[in-house]
């Protein structure tokens, strides 16, 4: 199930994180994260998908 998450991270990271931690603050983080930028949202959601293993 991983595999899928950090596939949909890298094409909509919100979508990653959301699949991994549901609305939270994590979620609303990464929204902020990727409008400020793609990279940074895509950084973040790889780290929560991975962190949270």
Known sequence: M???RYIVA????????FLQ???GGQFWLN???TMLG??????????I???RK
Request: proline share 10%; hydrophobic share 65%; aromatic share 16%.
């Open 21 to 23: 931690v549901g609305f």
């Open 31 to 33: 929204i902020l994260l």
């Open 2 to 4: 991983d595999v899928l």
């Open 10 to 17: 890298i094409f909509l990271p919100p979508v990653g994180v």
């Open 38 to 47: 793609y990279f940074p949202g895509l950084i973040h959601a790889i780290w």
């Open 49 to 51: 998908i991975h962190k």
